[in-house]
Each structure stands twice: as structure tokens, then as C-alpha cells.
């Protein structure tokens, strides 16, 4: 097995992955909510609304302060509904997966031993000055 195919072998390990199964079946239940689906549009159309307010700045008084308000409103609806918040966690999740496979793979880019990288170095800043290893 070449690189090319322990890639590919290691895609279909993460999509095996229980972190990349939720992940996903949170982001379709996202997707087929109605109602989150309505409020993210809303939302849209209420951002392009306020954007071109701001640009002609010829409405009514206030409008502007009011979409703002307005905006805050549905973005904290879209957030704080169960089903985001399920694929923020889930998301969340996945993104740790991915930093700690990332790290692993630079650090045996940079020399690091396979066997022995530690995930935790994710949260590495890049600088080396002043650290002890990696691996």
C-alpha cells in the first residue's frame, strides 16, 4: 500500500468514525428542518435588507436599527434551537478529529515518528522556539 492508498483507506476509517456519522446526520436533520430552514432565509434576507440600507441609508428613520434588531432575533432563534445546537456539538466533535489526525500527519511530515506523534499537539502554534517535541 502506497500513501495515495493508506489516504484512502484512512477517509473511509473516518466515515466509519462515530464523530463523522453524527456529524452528518446532524447536518441532514439541519437540513430537512422547516423551520430552521425558514429561519436561516429570513435571516439572509433580513442581512441583505440591512446591507443595503446601510449603503443607500435613504430609508426611514430607525430602519436600519430596527433590521439590526431584527437580525439579532433570528440569529439567536437559529442558534439556540435544538437541532443547531446538535450539529455545533457534533461539528465541534468532528473538527477535534480532524485537528488531532492533522497533527499527527505534519508531525510525521516534520520527521515525527508514526507511532508515537501525539494527537494532543494540535493545539500547536507552528513556532518550535522553545518547545520540547512534538513526538
Not at 422547516?34 to 443595503?52: C, T
Not at 428613520?61 to 432563534?77: H, I, M, N, T
Not at 508514526?114 to 499537539?121: E, F, G, I, K, Y
Amino acid at each position: 500500500m502506497d500513501a495515495i492508498d493508506a489516504a484512502r483507506h484512512l477517509g473511509e476509517e473516518i466515515q466509519r468514525d462515530v464523530r463523522y456519522i453524527n456529524f452528518r446526520q446532524a447536518q441532514l436533520a439541519n437540513e430537512e428542518n422547516a423551520e430552521l430552514q425558514e429561519a436561516i432565509a429570513r435571516f439572509n434576507r433580513i442581512r441583505g435588507e440591512l446591507k443595503s440600507e446601510l449603503e443607500t441609508q435613504s430609508g426611514a428613520p430607525g430602519r436600519a436599527d430596527s433590521l439590526k434588531s431584527e437580525l439579532k432575533a433570528v440569529y439567536s432563534q437559529i442558534v439556540n434551537s435544538d437541532s443547531m445546537k446538535e450539529y455545533n456539538r457534533a461539528k465541534q466533535e468532528l473538527d477535534e478529529l480532524k485537528n488531532a489526525i492533522n497533527s499527527i500527519i505534519a508531525q510525521c511530515f516534520a520527521g515525527g515518528d508514526p507511532q508515537t506523534c501525539s494527537p494532543a499537539s494540535a493545539s500547536c502554534s507552528g513556532s518550535c522556539e522553545g518547545c520540547s517535541g512534538c513526538c
